[in-house]
């Protein structure tokens, strides 16, 4: 049984950084593509970026305007989320998910990822 676990959130500036991991126990991290989704007060969830298995293929959400980085690194059984230039509006919960049957091929809030994490707050505020 997979498990995820995330860290690194926390109150940020805007136009600050962030680096969210995804620490995974229980199975190898590189048999799943991993998913970051986001959960904003009053709003529903929504699909950020993701990585496929081995790292090769990357796709983000187009509202984020390349202010995030997804990348993994399967030796240590973990997955990051770079945020960058943060805004107000990137407040939220986020989750870290893997799954082995999703590919990753695009942004799809309907897509459905099989293992979640426990989500980690992020708020940016001045």
């Known amino acids: 049984q997979l498990q995820l676990v995330e860290s690194g959130g926390g109150l940020v500036q805007p136009g600050g950084s962030l680096r969210l991991s995804c620490a995974a126990a229980g199975a190898t991290l590189d048999d799943y593509t991993i998913g970051w989704w986001r959960q904003a007060p009053g709003k529903g969830r929504e699909m950020v970026s993701c990585?496929?298995?081995?790292?090769?293929?990357?796709k983000y959400r187009d509202s984020l305007e390349g202010r995030f980085t997804i990348s993994r690194d399967n030796a240590k059984n973990t997955g990051y989320l770079q945020l960058d230039n943060v805004k107000p509006e990137d407040t939220a919960v986020y989750y870290c998910?893997?799954?082995?049957?999703?590919?990753?091929?695009?942004?799809?809030?309907?897509?459905?990822?099989?293992?979640w994490g426990q989500g980690t707050q992020v708020t940016v505020s001045s």
């Open positions: 998910t893997a799954d082995a049957d999703v590919r990753c091929l695009g942004i799809a809030d309907g897509v459905q990822y099989e293992y």
């Open positions: 990585i496929s298995n081995s790292g090769g293929r990357t």
